[in-house]
């Protein structure tokens, strides 16, 4: 007899279902440094599991030991709580005697580098590579910007790397490699190494073939990138070398009755020693500066008072050569009149403190200069070389037509002074708007300077309206309004500025936006038909 053995009794359920406990995240500490010998393994680990399908695995370790003693500055990892999980390796060439055409093997020559050249001008990317666990921390990007400062602290011209497309195998049949790159830039594909390298900065230099011969199973094809480094000067003079940083003068001038030219010159001088005590490097007038002269001719008619003024131009840009060079600064001139050959023109003088003086004429008089006047417009556009970088002059209306400063920066400019004459606040804002836009488009400082007071019984100079100011770009390295410097409206004053040329260099490769190198050159262009300058 068999003993009945009872049910067992069923669990009562609540009908709830119980979450899974959340995993704990993983906690990091990461530490970008420079790699040593010490941590091979580690670095063999990853090489061996990153590049087991596609290339020879690891560096032995007497390769890797040659590359931190060739270039330690050159050998970059970042370690997770101890443990290296991504490194960078690198070297310094001079790219000239291996061109765009090289390949892999041919520029590094192994493992152990021996084509490094300290007095090299390029920074080569060896090699890059990640734990495949730590893709997610991003920190390939970490180690490109790593690269990115060994390469300016060093002073080298570029980065260079090949890059090879482990997406286009998957194209070969269906497009050239041209097309595969076009689309990856315009993100149209993504390729796992050429996006990523990509929105680091790095452009496309060529298109090459058999750059990893031993890239099993990919593509041949592959690509030679490279990012400048707009930091890069060529071996800086002790004395007299190229700055980094202008400071610049304005002044806000007073127009007030003189008896004499003497007297005049004593007021122009003043402004310049004062601007000079500050080590300017430039100083700048206003358009018509010399006006109160005028007060001599209140007799004559306004064409034939002006004609009159312009017989002391000559005499007054003499006076301004001088002093360029008894202050050692340069000075934007303001604007004077003109007058030869039965031709009036408006004319503004750089004065340069080595001596010598260059001008730039006014291309587009205004009605009333026209029609009180006579003015005639010039015909050629300069760029002017000072010791203190590249600069162009506009005077007044002339930046209100934005074909000339995107000329101007076409060639090179960092700094437009705009010396100006406004009689009324509207006359001002037109001239101020104006020159705020020309910065933030083509990514200059504009200069400009103008006028205050009254000249009574001058014909069409009687009064004056003006707030001189130093514009600059509109990005995170400047003034969020785009403003250095502004004087208070309708007062005479000075302003001092100090004008960082590389932050125009990091805003037109690394800005918000991009102005200058993102036209579109395939729609449109502009083409310069007056004289050649």
């Not at 020879?56 to 890797?64: L, P, R, V, Y």
């Not at 003068?249 to 007021?267: C, P, T």
């Amino acid at each position: 007899m068999t003993k009945k053995t009872a049910p067992k009794k069923k669990k009562k359920t609540t009908g709830e279902i119980k979450e899974p406990k959340p995993k704990k995240p993983e906690q990091h500490r990461l530490e970008l440094r420079n790699t040593r010998p010490s941590d091979y393994n580690d670095v063999r680990k990853i090489m061996e599991s990153v590049y087991s399908s596609a290339f020879d695995g690891a560096w032995t370790q007497e390769e890797f030991e040659t590359q931190i003693t060739l270039f330690p500055e050159g050998q970059i990892c970042i370690e997770d709580n101890g443990t290296v999980v991504a490194a960078a390796i690198s070297m310094v060439v001079d790219y000239s005697k291996h061109g765009d055409r090289h390949t892999y093997k041919s520029i590094t020559g192994g493992g152990k580098i021996p084509n490094h050249d300290p007095n090299g001008d390029t920074l080569y990317g060896v090699d890059v590579f990640v734990h495949p666990k730590k893709h997610g921390l991003r920190l390939g990007r970490r180690l490109y910007d790593a690269r990115k400062e060994v390469c300016e602290k060093l002073n080298l011209r570029r980065i260079i790397i090949g890059g090879w497309m482990p997406g286009y195998k998957a194209y070969e049949g269906e497009m050239n490699p041209q097309k595969y790159v076009q689309l990856v830039s315009q993100k149209e594909l993504h390729d796992p190494v050429l996006s990523f390298q990509l929105g680091n900065d790095f452009h496309v230099r060529k298109i090459v073939t058999n750059y990893f011969p031993d890239n099993k199973g990919y593509s041949s094809f592959a690509t030679v990138l490279e990012w400048i480094n707009i930091y890069y000067q060529d071996e800086e003079k002790l004395i007299g070398g190229a700055k980094s940083v202008i400071r610049v003068g304005v002044v806000q001038w007073q127009m007030r009755a003189v008896k004499s030219f003497d007297e005049m010159k004593q007021q122009v001088e003043f402004f310049v020693d004062t601007v000079s005590g500050y080590n300017a490097d430039f100083v700048v007038f206003p358009e018509f500066f010399y006006a109160p002269l005028l007060t001599q001719f209140n007799k004559m008619n306004s064409s034939s008072a002006v004609r009159a003024l312009a017989d002391f131009t000559e005499q007054m840009r003499n006076e301004f050569v001088n002093m360029a060079v008894s202050y050692n600064i340069n000075i934007i001139a303001g604007s004077m009149f003109e007058y030869q050959d039965h031709i009036l023109r408006n004319v503004a003088y750089l004065c340069r403190r080595d001596g010598t003086f260059d001008s730039q004429y006014k291309l587009h008089p205004t009605p009333d200069e026209v029609s009180y006047w006579g003015v005639t417009g010039g015909d050629s556009l300069k760029v002017f070389e000072t010791d203190a970088g590249r600069i162009g002059i506009l005077v007044c209306y002339d930046v209100e037509f934005p074909e000339l400063p995107r000329i101007l920066a076409e060639r090179g400019i960092d700094m437009l002074f705009v010396p100006y004459y406004t009689d009324t606040k509207n006359g001002y804002l037109r001239v101020r708007h104006c020159a705020q836009a020309r910065a933030v488009e083509n990514e200059i400082y504009v200069v400009i300077s103008g006028s205050v007071g009254n000249l009574p019984n001058v014909e069409n100079m009687d009064i004056q309206y003006a707030q001189s100011a130093v514009f600059t770009p509109c990005d995170f390295s400047f003034p969020p309004e785009g403003i250095a410097a502004e004087a208070t409206p309708n007062t005479e004053m000075t302003l001092i500025a100090d004008l960082d040329l590389d932050l125009l260099k990091e805003v037109r490769r690394q800005g918000s936006v991009r102005n200058m190198r993102d036209r579109r050159l395939d729609l449109f262009r502009l083409d310069w038909l007056g004289k050649p300058s």
